[in-house]
């Protein structure tokens, strides 16, 4: 059974970076899409970005131009690079990886703190 192990949240200062890292454990596949979610208390959990196998990648429009992610195919590995944090990304980060023919994979989640 494959899991997804989060790994690089923490506490930053407003305008600091933070990169979360999101590795497989277990059985290995070859995923097709994979990205981060965040959810705050009693809010929905809201996509953030995603990347393909083919690298490409979309954000949602309230991160573009601070977040960057990226993969490594060889690795079955998906990042996020979030620089410039403002409180507003104050959120539990989720990443998730999606697999033909199989159930999409979720990490366990990382906390992300922006706060002086």
């Known amino acids: 059974q494959v899991q997804l192990v989060e790994s690089g949240g923490g506490l930053v200062q407003p305008g600091g970076s933070l990169r979360l890292s999101c590795t497989p454990s277990?059985?290995?596949?070859?995923?097709?899409?994979m990205g981060w979610y965040r959810q705050t208390p009693g809010n929905q959990r809201d996509l953030v970005a995603f990347?393909?196998?083919?690298?490409?990648?979309n954000y949602v429009d309230s991160v573009k131009g601070r977040f960057t992610i990226s993969r490594d195919n060889a690795k079955n590995s998906v990042y996020l690079q979030m620089n410039s944090l403002v409180p507003e990304d104050t959120a539990t980060y989720y990443c998730?990886?999606?697999?033909?023919?199989?159930?999409?994979?979720w990490g366990q989640g990382s906390l992300v703190t922006v706060s002086s």
């Open positions: 998730y990886a999606d697999r033909i023919g199989a159930a999409r994979v």
């Open positions: 990347i393909t196998s083919a690298l490409n990648t």
């Open positions: 277990g059985s290995i596949f070859s995923f097709t899409t």
